[in-house]
């Protein structure tokens, strides 16, 4: 069983900067964080393996940074000139098995095969 925790969402205003975390039980090889605003689907944003290695969804490349600290088992998402298209719940997945490089990539594993999910966690931007 893991545990996650995001924290760190908020309401900014568009060309604001936010900073989530996700605190997780143990460590995890693969990690990501999704979103789901209201009305839409869940979509990937951003995936990191353990060696560091990124992808992100196009709609956040340049502006949005996923990081991990493995000595901490916490994962972060830096988030940059925010739209008010990025409004939406945030949340941190671990993919327990996920260790081909092709599945722990954005557009890899689908959402359903990561195994554990944070509560989420709110962000608004508005404009």
């Known amino acids: 069983q893991v545990q996650l925790l995001e924290s760190g969402g908020g309401s900014v205003q568009a060309g604001g900067s936010l900073r989530l975390s996700c605190a997780a039980s143990?460590?995890?090889?693969?990690m990501a964080w999704f979103r789901q605003a209201p009305g839409k689907e869940r979509e990937g944003v951003a995936v990191?393996?353990?060696?560091?290695?990124?992808t992100y969804a196009d709609s956040v490349t340049g502006r949005f940074t996923i990081s991990r600290d493995d000595a901490k088992n916490t994962l972060y998402l830096q988030m940059n000139s925010l739209k008010p298209d990025d409004t939406a719940m945030y949340y941190c997945?671990?993919?327990?098995?996920?260790?081909?490089?092709?599945?722990?990539?954005?557009?890899?594993?689908?959402?359903?095969?990561?195994?554990?999910w944070g509560q989420g966690t709110q962000v608004t931007v508005s404009s």
């Open positions: 997945a671990a993919g327990i098995g996920l260790y081909d490089p092709g599945d722990c990539t954005l557009g890899g594993a689908s959402a359903d095969e990561y195994n554990y």
């Open positions: 143990t460590y995890v090889y693969c």
């Open positions: 990191i393996r353990a060696d560091g290695t990124p």
